[in-house]
């Protein structure tokens, strides 16, 4: 059993090498050092190399010997000293080099009678000397070619088995290993699958045959799931192994991009490319120094058939699988997933109207029949079917089937899925009808943070609560199958998140621009290139009404703007992909703006985003709430005066603070919202921040080069909430903490340095809540127990056993192990 103290620090010091990058370098390094040589052996191999120089002066005798030794010598001289270096600060181990010590100590003594060795001597004495000299040498060379080299094979295996107990304790503890190419999981019920499953399966296991086998079907047939199950099959990963690679490809896909996340999944260095062809180039190489071993690239969702052929390559063992809507001549026949057969479509649809008890409140045979020759064998369609009549009675089941008896059909000739899921959409209320709309505003097959639509719904819907009813209205939808909500990471900001299929955004966007552009409540655009729509180019008058605009843009827009006129928008939602970003001008004129949301999704690095100051204009003075994700910010040098919330995610912020000439405090003085989750420059807040007395809200999270908070904290009376979680360098916590008497939550989660809690953090007389997980290694001081209020401790186990004595004199305490 390891020790918790001794666990914590190890997790602490891994995670700090795998966020470097340097990790495994450092540690192998370490391992070969630690075992070759150790700086006793470093000053003998400098005496002998010293004493060769002198005698080979001295005597002419051995000339030849004592240069072949001196050159063995000098050949490791660098080597000797690049060991006796890296040896300064770590343990020797004496038994592997003690042979060789001893021959050094031998040979420098050898060479010091070699050197006081007359001419007048014996020819016997002479020749014995020779033969020394000549076996020392080949001693010296013997040790270097075979007992370094095999010591260096077996620590490198040794190497191999820490990693693997490394992966396994952090597997155990949530680690992060996974890659970004990883697989999904299959979802639990995939029906009508076995046999083209088989078909690929034995396709797969071929050595020879098609190298791209593409499987095509409509939207919504399973191509998908079809794949990851798949991946999941025990021959298939069993003969590619670590080599499978699974990329969801968009309508324009960056094969830069794509490229950067296969060789960050292989744990490799990530370079910068100039060029498509620079990627492509680099990926060949990378495949090929995988040798013989098979490899599969999975691309799910391709739209065109040009990143196909961009990405074959001449390799044995080398296969693409291909999902489309679309087939593929030049890649062969493929396969086409058929629709489903009677009997998995009613499992299909069944599941679909189970409770979650696992009851039926009401199914009948004969209208599930008939229902079932609606949906066409669709999985989509049976799956939102099932879900629009799971828990209606029979009188709603008689009255859709008469509907579509009577040619209402809910298919429609090539938008049959679409018309399906109208029905669906038409079923929800007004409010929560009028919220699904607005998620059209994402693009499609991406994550949909929890935290975005609560800033977009609490102005345009001017809720009174945020999160509960935000979390209400997307299990309503993800109960009618037309969401999928997910929960990632217990301690950041954006531990929900939702997705939702590219055929429901049709939908979405179908639905809201039915209406003339001028009349519209959404505005919802999707640029390729510069192509942006005819009713915007040529429009340069007539305002629109909207009261949400998104604007979707590839990588090759250029920011050149049209003009736009509209007055009446509230939020701004912008989804971009180029590495260089211009905030539109004809924001300026948005004076009713309130929601700023920008987020470059796709991209691997942060966009650098400019004209960012026009958010400090007069003329849109109504902004409350901006959410950057993903992009780089120059400088924090605007003015927003109304500004009650700023969300920083993966941005890079750290020189925002250090380049801006004003004062954090004059930026957003009525701030109340500081939220910055995964910036991985930020190594320090500046004190400015601490002067924003109006925050009640600071979460800071998995931001792992912060190690230190403002003395000055203490200003934010008002504060309320105060999370720090999985900020691995943060040390500690200043004791100015204790002065936040308003404090309810603290949250210090996965911050593993940090050692102890501040001597008089009992003053926090208003606490709730602590959270403390993986934190076994913080020492609680006496003064705790005057946190009458603290109500709630959320830990792991071996933290929890610190707060036993503390629940005998704290009553109404709670601890929730996580």
Same mark, same amino acid.
């Given at each position: ?7 914590? !620090? +190890? ?16 540690? @192998? ?127 490198? !295996? ?45 396709? %797969?296991?071929?050595?020879?045959? *098609?190298?791209?086998? /593409? ?20 021959? &298939? !990963? ?6 499978? +690679? ?9 094969? @830069?991009?794509?490229?950067? =996340? ?39 969702? &391709? ?9 074959? +390559? ?72 099932? @879900? ?36 669906? %959409? ?31 719904? *609490? ?29 990632? =990471? ?22 809201? *621009? ?17 192509? +942006? ?38 939020? /701004?939602?912008?989804? %971009? ?49 901006? =959410?950057?994700?993903? /992009? ?5 040098? &605007? ?152 109500? *709630? ?26």
């Amino acid at each position: 059993m390891i020790p918790s103290p001794f666990l914590a !620090k +190890f997790r602490l010091k891994l995670l700090q090498f795998l966020n470097s990058g340097y990790g495994l370098f450092v540690l @192998k390094r370490k391992k070969m050092a630690d075992t070759v040589v150790g700086t006793v052996l470093g000053a003998l191999f400098g005496e002998l190399l010293k004493a060769v120089i002198e005698a080979k002066n001295k005597s002419q005798e051995y000339e030849t010997e004592l240069e072949k030794l001196k050159s063995t010598l000098e050949s490791i001289t660098q080597t000797i000293k690049k060991i006796e270096k890296l040896n300064g600060t770590l343990e020797i181990s004496e038994n592997e080099t003690a042979k060789l010590k001893e021959d050094m100590k031998n040979g420098e003594e050898l060479v010091r009678k070699c050197s006081e060795v007359k001419c007048c001597c014996c020819c016997f004495k002479r020749v014995n000397y020779a033969d020394k000299l000549i076996n020392l040498n080949l001693s010296i060379e013997r040790f270097i070619k075979v007992n370094m080299q095999a010591q260096m094979v077996r620590d490198n !295996k040794e190497i191999l088995v820490e990693v693997k107990e490394m992966r396994k304790i952090l597997d155990r503890d949530g680690g992060v290993f996974d890659g970004p190419c990883l697989a999904p999981d299959p979802p639990e019920i995939t029906l009508g699958l076995d046999a083209p499953l088989e078909e690929l399966r034995t396709e %797969l296991l071929k050595d020879e045959g *098609m190298q791209v086998i /593409v499987v095509s079907a409509p939207g919504g047939a399973g191509k998908t799931t079809l794949v990851k199950k798949l991946c999941a099959d025990d021959q &298939v !990963k069993d003969k590619f192994r670590e080599n499978i +690679f699974f990329v969801t490809v968009s309508k324009t896909p960056d094969v @830069k991009v794509i490229v950067q =996340r296969i060789f960050q999944h292989k744990k490799c260095e990530v370079p910068t490319f100039q060029t498509e062809e620079a990627a492509i180039n680099d990926l060949e190489r990378l495949l090929k120094s995988f040798g013989q071993k098979a490899i599969l690239l999975v691309l799910d969702d &391709v739209w065109s058939e040009s990143l196909v052929q961009k990405l074959k +390559f001449k390799l044995p063992n080398y296969k693409i699988l291909v999902t489309s809507r679309s087939v593929f001549p030049q890649f062969g026949s493929g396969h086409q997933l058929k629709p489903l057969n009677d009997e998995a479509a009613m499992i299909l649809f069944r599941s679909s109207v189970t409770l979650q008890d696992g009851k039926l409140s009401f199914f009948d045979e004969d209208l599930a029949r008939k229902i079932l020759r609606f949906c066409k064998g669709s999985p989509l369609a049976l799956t939102v079917v099932g @879900k629009f009549l799971c828990g209606e009675p029979a009188a709603v089941w008689q009255s859709k089937v008469k509907e579509w008896e009577q040619g209402e059909s809910i298919f429609i000739s090539g938008t049959e899925l679409l018309v399906c899921l109208q029905s669906s %959409l038409n079923a929800l209320d007004d409010d929560v009808k009028e919220c699904y709309l607005d998620l059209g505003s994402f693009p499609q097959d991406q994550r949909i943070p929890l935290t975005a639509l609560i800033d977009m719904w *609490m102005e345009l819907h001017e809720w009174v609560e945020d999160g509960l009813s935000a979390i209400n209205y997307l299990h309503k939808l993800s109960n009618r199958n037309l969401i999928n909500l997910h929960i990632e =990471r217990k301690n950041a900001s954006d531990d929900h998140y939702i997705m939702h299929h590219d055929l429901l955004r049709d939908l979405i966007i179908h639905q809201s *621009m039915s209406e003339p552009i001028e009349q519209t409540k959404r505005v919802i655009v999707d640029i390729s290139g510069n192509q +942006f729509p005819k009713w915007w180019s040529g429009n340069k008058q007539n305002p629109i009404h909207a009261r949400l605009l998104s604007i979707s843009t590839d990588e090759t827009f250029s920011s050149g703007w049209y003009e736009l006129n509209a007055p009446e928008v509230e939020v /701004v939602v912008l989804n %971009l992909r180029t590495n260089n970003y211009t905030l539109p001008n004809f924001m300026w004129n948005m004076g009713k703006l309130k929601v700023v949301i920008v987020s470059n999704i796709y991209g691997f690095l942060p966009a650098e985003l400019s004209n960012f100051s026009l958010l400090g204009s007069d003329l849109v003075s109504n902004l409350k709430r901006i =959410r950057l994700e993903h /992009v780089s910010i120059p400088s924090f040098d &605007v003015q927003m005066k109304n500004l009650q919330k700023i969300s920083l995610f993966m941005c890079n912020v750290g020189q925002a603070f250090r380049n801006s000439n004003c004062q954090i405090s004059d930026s957003f003085p009525n701030l109340l919202e500081f939220e910055i989750d995964y910036c991985n420059d930020l190594e320090e807040l500046p004190g400015g921040l601490c002067d924003i007395v109006s925050l009640k809200k600071l979460n800071i999270t998995e931001c792992f080069k912060l190690s230190t908070l403002p003395e000055e904290i203490g200003k934010l009376v008002k504060l309320e909430e105060l999370r720090l979680a999985s900020c691995t360098a943060q040390k500690e916590l200043p004791e100015m903490v204790t002065e936040l008497s308003k404090l309810k939550l603290l949250d210090i989660s996965g911050c593993l340095s940090i050692t102890k809690l501040p001597t008089q953090i009992g003053r926090l007389c208003s606490l709730e809540t602590l959270g403390m997980r993986g934190c076994s290694c913080c020492e609680l001081p006496q003064s705790i127990e005057n946190l009458k209020r603290l109500n *709630m401790v959320k830990c792991d186990e071996e933290t929890a056993s610190q707060w036993e004595p503390y629940k005998l004199i704290l009553t109404k305490l709670k601890v929730e192990v996580l």
